[in-house]
């Protein structure tokens, strides 16, 4: 059963990390469950790379002592024996090896790890030491305003959730919360209302997909996690709303490189969401980054915005590990973010391909709510008329829409399962082109895009486009 020749490594983890412990009913026998623990420490109450690899072993320790009424009670004597030194070991090989790691997630976990077993056994040094490097984890991950430094909604929920789960544990052991964790859940909390709770869905930036949000929007609801809903821009993501439509905007610049292995290469590209779904997005991230589709998905062709000389706005290095990390940055200026009952405005610049073509990239996009119409203009000004780059300005849309170029080639019309819709663009060439999306995880599925494209023929070159509801 615990042998690993026969299993994937993907299972091969989820069998030893014993989070499978969770969905077995509470009123299983016991002694069926705990002689399965029993055999598994026989066989691996040393040390094997794969088992007690930190992600595995933390998971581990949180799934055997939170799941206790099963694992532990009306448990031999020499069962418990062989049970509290397995825990005391794996948390000590945990402590020694946790700073070693390069992994925030993995230290945020196995923090968990080390803080739970501290109160389950009543550790004070277990407890000194899983504080101490809480700080150090919050200190190192986040930035002055409490948002991930790699910028990743993904992130920001793993967090939230891990966080939220250490301030439980505190709160049932009658322990004292400190307030630099109440402090962090709530400037999480901030972003994740508006960024994921607000729409009820998470929008495709920076090695995001898809995911369903509702089961932890309950969590939160039954233990009293209401989180304010007053801010308009977190994490360099500014979020537009009202009850039917959604408009969010990347106005933030690249993360640190050491925080950018999911980061995509898409500045000033935006979301729009009507009635629930998404229309207009990015392409998602396909996450396997050895695959060469991790990098097509992190290039700015697959973000809803301009591309100049078919060039991604960020380089990216790769390293022996497959890992890719931005290599150069770039600024965000001119931000703008107005929302009033008639219009809303977003806005921003950023000078991305200033260095290689002398080109600034401005748009701004206009809303009109009462009339369901999105316009923007992309100005693309350039420093010196050396040469003529192209420009391409492209727009992404979820697998569901149906597109279609009219006769008269002036614009495209897309039908939606609950909407149509109309784009136009004067004076440019328009046209559609199959796609790859990746919302999915692990998955690519065809879609259809919609691109302009031309020469920057002049140094101040602005395109208009529009699209409105039919």
């Known amino acids: 059963m615990w042998d690993k020749e026969n299993i994937n490594d993907g299972n091969y983890i989820k069998l030893h990390n014993f989070f499978w412990l969770f969905s077995i009913n509470l009123k299983s026998s016991n002694k069926i469950i705990q002689s399965v623990i029993e ?77 739970l077993a501290g109160l389950c056994y009543n550790d004070e040094d277990y407890l000194k030491y899983g504080f101490k490097l809480l700080k150090k984890i919050i200190s190192f ?72 949000i509702e089961d932890f929007n309950s969590y939160l609801k039954k233990n009293g996690y209401e989180f304010k809903d007053d801010i308009n821009e977190a994490g360099g993501y500014a979020l537009l709303k009202d009850k039917k439509t959604s408009i969010v905007m990347d106005l933030g610049k690249p993360p640190e490189k050491k925080f950018s292995q999911n980061y995509q290469s898409g500045p000033l590209s935006f979301e729009f969401n009507y009635l629930g779904k998404k229309l207009i997005c990015n392409s998602g991230y396909f996450q396997n980054t050895r695959h060469q589709l991790n990098i097509i998905s992190k290039s700015t062709v697959a973000q809803s915005t301009v591309i100049i000389d078919n060039r991604s706005v960020s380089k990216f290095r790769r390293y022996s590990n497959g890992i890719k990390l931005v290599d150069k940055s770039f600024k965000i200026f001119n931000k703008k973010i107005n929302f009033d009952k008639n219009k809303w405005i977003l806005a921003g610049s950023h000078d991305g391909y200033y260095k290689t073509h002398g080109i600034i990239h401005q748009r701004e996009i206009e809303y009109f709510p009462n009339d369901f119409i999105i316009r923007g203009n992309d100005y693309i000004t350039r420093k010196n008329s050396l040469n003529n780059p192209d420009f391409e300005i492209r727009f992404h849309f979820h697998p569901d829409a149906k597109l279609t170029k009219t006769i008269d080639g002036k614009s495209i019309l897309i039908q939606f399962e609950n909407s149509g819709w109309k784009f136009i663009c004067e004076d440019n060439i328009i046209g559609l082109e199959a796609g790859l999306y990746f919302g999915i995880k692990n998955l690519y599925i065809e879609n259809q895009n919609i691109y302009i494209e031309g020469k920057i023929n002049n140094n101040k070159h602005n395109v208009y486009w529009e699209f409105k509801k039919i």
């Open 39 to 115: 055999d598994w420490i026989d066989r691996n109450k040393n040390y094997k790379s794969h088992n007690w690899d930190l992600d595995v072993l933390s998971k581990r320790v949180i799934s055997l002592l939170c799941n206790s009424k099963i694992t532990y009670e009306d448990s031999a004597l020499n069962y418990k024996r062989k049970f509290n030194f397995l825990i005391r070991k794996q948390i000590n090989h945990l402590t020694f090896q946790i700073e070693k790691s390069k992994l925030v997630d993995d230290k945020i976990i196995g923090c968990s790890a080390i803080i």
């Open 141 to 212: 991950s986040l930035d002055n305003n409490f948002f991930p430094k790699s910028r990743s909604v993904r992130q920001l929920i793993f967090y939230l959730k891990y966080y939220i789960f250490i301030r439980e544990l505190l709160k049932d052991s009658n322990q004292e919360i400190p307030d630099y964790l109440n402090e962090t859940i709530f400037y999480l909390g901030q972003g994740y209302k508006l960024l994921c709770q607000s729409i009820n869905q998470v929008s495709l930036f920076n090695g995001n997909q898809e995911m369903n």
